[in-house]
């Protein structure tokens, strides 16, 4: 598993915002579109591409566009639904899966509500959005469905991961998944989880923030 985190003036710049606790969820919202759209260039630098004729105004010429399949992105419901744009406005050919996966607040372990991936993911690339890389365990039952299903490899893309997060998938896939092909892009690695399973500093609960809610 691979785990990169941004290191760039701007996404440092908006992840300072996302943070501010007097962020609205409209800024929030538009923050988070941004910074998707920023990790998704790089987290998608090595999809596969293949040659096509264009013909400009002045002569024919030879292109590339992305090859088919194009990745399948799942959001992980509810807060991952609020990066979907960002990353759909650069792939727009993409095909969208859907897991949702709520968190247990006392046992603090996921719970699977909804899952409404295509039943046969064979050599597929799969890109998984959800904000907050916490305890892992959302993550690792989502790379299990794509695995399950098929999936070939699996690209992350997270706002902000803590370290417990990042070992707990680092962990599962070395004994459940050694052979897939997995890359976690953060735009902040921060300092821990705190004994309620939120990420310090963080920024609280990334669903509540997006959408003004608080609770489920
Ligand atoms: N989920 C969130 O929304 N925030 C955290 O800090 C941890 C998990």
């Given at each position: 598993m691979e785990l990169i985190v941004a290191n760039h003036p701007l996404i440092d710049h908006k992840v300072s915002l996302l943070r501010?606790?007097?962020?609205s969820s409209a800024e929030f919202r538009q923050l988070v579109e941004e910074l998707v759209a920023l990790l998704t260039f790089e987290a998608t630098k090595d999809l596969a591409t293949e040659e096509i004729e264009v013909e400009t105004p002045v002569t024919k010429t030879i292109g590339r566009r992305l090859s088919k399949p194009t990745p399948l992105i799942i959001p992980i419901l509810r807060a991952g639904l609020g990066m979907l744009g960002g990353i759909t406005q650069l792939i727009p050919d993409a095909e969208v899966g859907f897991l949702g996966i709520k968190r247990?607040?006392?046992?603090?372990q996921p719970e699977t509500y909804a899952n409404r991936l295509p039943e046969n993911l064979e050599g597929r690339h799969v890109i998984l959005v959800d904000p907050m890389l916490a305890t892992g365990g959302t993550l690792n039952d989502s790379l299990d469905y794509a695995f399950q299903r098929g999936a070939e490899s699996a690209t992350c893309i997270c706002l902000i991961g803590a370290p417990e997060g990042v070992e707990a998938v680092r962990g599962h896939l070395a004994g459940a998944w050694p052979s897939r092909k997995v890359a976690i892009h953060l735009a902040a690695l921060d300092e821990k989880l705190d004994?309620?399973?939120?990420?310090?500093?963080?920024?609280?609960d990334a669903g509540d923030r997006l959408y003004g809610t608080s609770g489920d």
């Amino acid at each position: 598993m691979e785990l990169i985190v941004a290191n760039h003036p701007l996404i440092d710049h908006k992840v300072s915002l996302l943070r501010n606790k007097d962020t609205s969820s409209a800024e929030f919202r538009q923050l988070v579109e941004e910074l998707v759209a920023l990790l998704t260039f790089e987290a998608t630098k090595d999809l596969a591409t293949e040659e096509i004729e264009v013909e400009t105004p002045v002569t024919k010429t030879i292109g590339r566009r992305l090859s088919k399949p194009t990745p399948l992105i799942i959001p992980i419901l509810r807060a991952g639904l609020g990066m979907l744009g960002g990353i759909t406005q650069l792939i727009p050919d993409a095909e969208v899966g859907f897991l949702g996966i709520k968190r247990n607040e006392s046992t603090l372990q996921p719970e699977t509500y909804a899952n409404r991936l295509p039943e046969n993911l064979e050599g597929r690339h799969v890109i998984l959005v959800d904000p907050m890389l916490a305890t892992g365990g959302t993550l690792n039952d989502s790379l299990d469905y794509a695995f399950q299903r098929g999936a070939e490899s699996a690209t992350c893309i997270c706002l902000i991961g803590a370290p417990e997060g990042v070992e707990a998938v680092r962990g599962h896939l070395a004994g459940a998944w050694p052979s897939r092909k997995v890359a976690i892009h953060l735009a902040a690695l921060d300092e821990k989880l705190d004994e309620r399973g939120y990420i310090v500093p963080g920024l609280g609960d990334a669903g509540d923030r997006l959408y003004g809610t608080s609770g489920d």
